[in-house]
């Protein structure tokens, strides 16, 4: 095994993003809920903080000019979602823009004689699941997946036959990167008359987010953007009830003029280069598969091909997930290990399982997502020390 001192040298941003791009990290592969936050948006937010200090929803010249950076800020990030602004509304966090969707979807469809039931991928993150089963006098049927933890369309099927409130399936999962059938799912939602919310956190500013939802959330964290914002787009043909009137577009208490700002700097940042982006990803991606299937006792998971640009997990057999991470970590590599969701938990992973591939009795993940300016030296530096350590822990 290399010195676990040694330095990882990183090379050059790829000749992607203009000056200044986002500053390339050394053997930083762990951006999902961790994609560093641009430079833009870094400005942004100090520029924000100085003008759009106060309440946007007062009167006075202070107030003005803080809705008008709210307001602005909104539009921009609608563009960049490809939805009007409108129907685009910002929270603080992805998990309570869900949950004001979730109850708030809920709640109308039930006054509208639905029944209160709502079905959900057995892949979905943690917020989705804890918002479902937030939901009063709720039955949550949850809908298997195959093994590449993409859902079991005649399953979908049949459940939705017997009606729901409301489904939930996301764009694409974020911790082995598959992609959902979501245009077959929601024509089976549209031809049921019930409405679909769909996370789409990892799919924004990595690929195309198409038209196959209802209500869709999406998290300024994943291209670049700061905490303490999020994005919810509801559709005009959808009823629903938040328990707070969105304020100027903005869902539960005070807004963060200044994140918002900073989220809607780092799309306009991102527009122009994130397919040149996706496709560098996918081919460290297709680097990494390609040689754990080389490594005894290692498996990628996830659709080979369907999949995200920029996320790989690998299963191996007779290690510990979190004494690999350790280990990468000491020499200067950044991986994951359990779901994205529990990682800080010690939890297994509920998507591996669900999927079929893992048995936290015996085997341990990695999970790798790439930042934003990713070179090949971090994916060389993992590829020559991941093994003798997975070797190393396995013994």
Request: net charge negative.
């Amino acid at each position: 095994m290399s010195d676990p001192q040694a330095p990882v040298s990183e090379t050059e941003t790829p000749e992607i993003w203009p000056n200044p791009g986002p500053a390339p990290l050394v053997g930083y592969l762990d951006a999902v809920a961790g994609q560093p936050v641009l430079p833009v948006a870094t400005q942004a937010l100090v520029a924000a903080l100085k003008q759009g200090w106060s309440d946007p929803a007062r009167l006075h010249h202070h107030g003005r000019r803080a809705g008008l950076v709210l307001d602005t800020a909104r539009a921009a990030i609608a563009e960049f979602l490809r939805v009007p602004v409108a129907s685009c509304f910002v929270g603080s966090s992805g998990s309570d823009v869900l949950r004001a969707a979730i109850m708030g979807l809920y709640q109308a469809r039930l006054s509208a004689g639905a029944p209160a039931r709502i079905l959900v991928g057995a892949t979905e993150s943690m917020a989705v699941t804890f918002a479902t089963r937030a939901c009063p006098g709720v039955e949550t049927v949850t809908i298997p997946v195959d093994a590449f933890g993409r859902i079991d369309s005649e399953a979908f099927s049949a459940a939705i036959s017997d009606g729901a409130a409301l489904v939930c399936v996301q764009q694409a999962n974020a911790e082995v990167g598959t992609v959902q059938p979501v245009q077959e799912v929601h024509a089976l939602c549209r031809h049921a008359g019930i409405p679909m919310v769909s996370e789409a956190a990892q799919v924004a500013g990595h690929r195309a987010i198409g038209d196959a939802w209802d209500v869709l959330v999406a998290v300024p964290r994943d291209w670049g953007g700061p905490p303490g914002c999020a994005a919810l787009v509801v559709s005009p043909d959808v009823r629903w009830r938040p328990d707070e009137a969105p304020d100027r577009g903005w869902v539960g208490g005070f807004p963060d003029v200044a994140a918002v700002a900073a989220a809607a700097a780092a799309a306009e940042f991102v527009e122009p280069h994130w397919e040149a982006q996706a496709a560098h990803h996918t081919a460290m991606i297709d680097r990494i598969r390609s040689a754990a299937a080389t490594w005894p006792g290692v498996q990628a998971v996830g659709d080979p091909v369907d999949r995200l640009p920029h996320i790989v997990t690998l299963v191996a057999d007779g290690v510990v997930g979190e004494i690999v991470v350790t280990e990468l970590d000491k020499r200067s590599i950044a991986v994951a290990s359990g779901s994205a969701c529990t990682a800080d938990t010690r939890m297994p992973s509920h998507v591996l399982e669900a999927m079929g591939v893992f048995d936290p009795r015996d085997s341990g993940s990695l999970r790798m997502s790439l930042p934003y300016g990713c070179a090949d030296a971090s994916i060389d530096a993992f590829l020559r020390e991941a093994p003798l350590i997975i070797a190393a822990a396995r013994g």
